[in-house]
């Protein structure tokens, strides 16, 4: 197989970019490589070292797999990032898209842990198959692949500010310009009637039926909390061999929490934060570019049906004590943490990618680097000058 040729050629030289920051590590006093999340500021070389010797040691696990998954979070920017890699597809037949089928939803616990791994099966089969990657998206877990026989493949993802994320998800579903009816669909709770219902009454009104005011219900409540606040973490959690099911307990416990940081930091080779779709688009054609090469000319040159695909029109903005009740719903269930990893972690990929592929440096991501580090950043990664121009 071409493809995994191809990248079985990458992997030496991933082996030697990892022996190279091995040594540097070892000079700095960091003898063993992880991407961590929270901790202090390390020594950009010492800090570019770990990442790139953890990138080598991915990159190499995943050589023999054709597969990328993304298990996309909801109201995230996922339907954007599926859009430019379709006409990714269209235009070099490199990268092919499928996605779970509607008989996957609706499944609980080992039914759909089974019906997962099966269709993750599948398209490594169908990849390698075609002599190319194919890209599996769907709004699941996590799961470890090589539990079932399967190859490893490349995790990506996108994430989005907690608070923003919730509201958008709640106008979105309950939105009556999508659902003008009553719900027939999957989610029977989709739709402003069942909203009504919901919070106890029998019509909808958009000014009754807000999100401020769905949060003083508790029946509503608990419902954001199960359908929308646990998601993110559940989705990174992952699937167990031994159960097939996410622990559904509110606040989330410290150890679950954990465990969805860590898997975040070790099986994804890219998350995104939605703030910086353009860097994370120049990002993944460097890290990956037999697959995303020109991902960020089709997002810049698109029009909205790319740009704003699936966009939530119809958001009200919240009252004050809307974001303060959201607040206490995103610290009880470990979203802020795992945001706060995702974007750190996001800032030591970038930094990688500037010190492989010289154009990342002409762009400026202030989420990563501060003005005070901005000289030794440049230093570590090669460029001249980190903030040449102003991330858009």
Known sequence: MVLRLRRGRQAGSFAQVALMASILMIIAGFGAYTVRSARPALDPHAELADTAAWY????????????????RVG???????????????ERRQLLMLRSL?????????????????????????????????????????????TEHGGQQPIYINMLRDPISRIKSTFYYLHSPDRHPG????RDPMAGPHALAKLMGNKHFARSKHTLTKCLRVRECRDYVVQTYVLRPVHQFYGMTPDSGKHPTDYPVKPATIQRAVRI?????LLVIPLDELDAGLLLLECLLPQEFKGALQIYQTGDESTSRANSNNSTTLPADEDVA??????????????????????????????????????????????????????AATGCAAPYAVASQ
Not at 108 to 128: N, P, Y
């Open 264 to 268: 975040m930091e070790h099986e994804y």
């Open 101 to 145: 089928s509607r008989n996957f939803w609706g499944l609980h616990g080992d039914e759909m842990l089974e019906r997962w791994v099966h269709q993750l099966l599948v398209a490594e089969a169908k990849g390698r198959a075609q002599n190319t990657t194919l890209v599996i998206n769907g709004h699941a877990a996590w799961v470890n692949l």
């Open 182 to 185: 009553r719900s027939k669909g």
């Open 325 to 378: 009740a959201l607040r206490k719903l995103v610290e009880g269930s470990g979203e802020a943490r795992l945001y706060s990893a995702a974007q750190q972690r996001f800032c030591r990929m970038w930094r990688l990618g500037q010190s492989r592929c010289p154009r990342l440096c002409a762009t400026a991501v202030r989420l990563c680097d501060s003005a005070s580090r901005a000289a030794a950043v440049a």
């Open 75 to 89: 109201k995230c920017g996922s339907t954007t990032l599926l859009r430019i890699m379709s006409k990714l597809h």
């Open 56 to 71: 080598a040691d991915y990159m190499a696990r995943s050589s023999s797999s054709s597969l990328i998954v993304y298990n």
